[in-house]
């Protein structure tokens, strides 16, 4: 088996076609360890995301549901956001959590690190448990951010995970990985 380093590729060009805070593309001409060229490898660079799975001091999960323009489709979802510059991810997601859903508080530790697509993409999400949170204020939503807000048990929450009741992936592998490791 091959080191990672006889596997990394070599940059040997990188154009941006685009820089936006949320949207960067490049291209970039690359050389495979065989010494192949491509010379056009397309990437994303986005910030950090963060993932909150949030549970009540009475055991009930916090859950969302939004418009989602890419699908065109209102997804149910787990609290979520991006690490802004500057941020720890555990304070974004507790920024999140807050602002979202007014909750805050409780018992929080890192529950798992994803790659939302590391094929493409430059970015990771991280996800947190939050264990006895309480409302503690209002929601304070982002421009873009029309969202209602509901607690459900983790019963229910199971049910819908079977039933295929949520589509984004970076929620199913953690919402999974709960199910599985929390019996």
Not at 3 to 17: D, F, I, M, P, S
Not at 40 to 67: C, F
Not at 120 to 133: D, I, K, P
Request: proline share 4%.
């Amino acid at each position: 088996m091959r080191t990672n380093q006889e596997l990394e590729w070599k940059t040997l060009e990188t154009k941006y076609l685009i820089k936006r805070k949320w949207l960067t593309a490049k291209v970039e001409k690359v050389e495979l360890p065989d010494g192949r060229v491509h010379d056009e490898y397309y990437t994303l660079e986005y910030p950090a995301w963060t993932n909150v799975i949030a549970i009540t001091k009475d055991g009930e999960m916090i859950l969302e549901r939004q418009w989602r323009h890419g699908l065109k489709v209102v997804s149910t979802e787990i609290p979520a956001g991006v690490v802004e510059e500057g941020e720890e991810p555990m304070e974004a997601a507790k920024r999140e959590l807050r602002e979202e859903t007014g909750f805050g508080g409780g018992q929080w530790t890192e529950f798992m690190v994803s790659s939302p697509n590391p094929g493409a993409m430059n970015n990771r999400c991280y996800t947190y448990l939050a264990e006895g949170v309480e409302r503690v204020s209002g929601t304070h939503l982002d421009a873009t951010e029309d969202m209602d807000v509901f607690l459900c048990s983790k019963a229910k929450v199971l049910e819908m995970l079977v039933a295929g009741k949520f589509c984004q992936a970076l929620m199913l592998a953690p919402l999974w990985k709960y199910f599985a490791t929390n019996k």
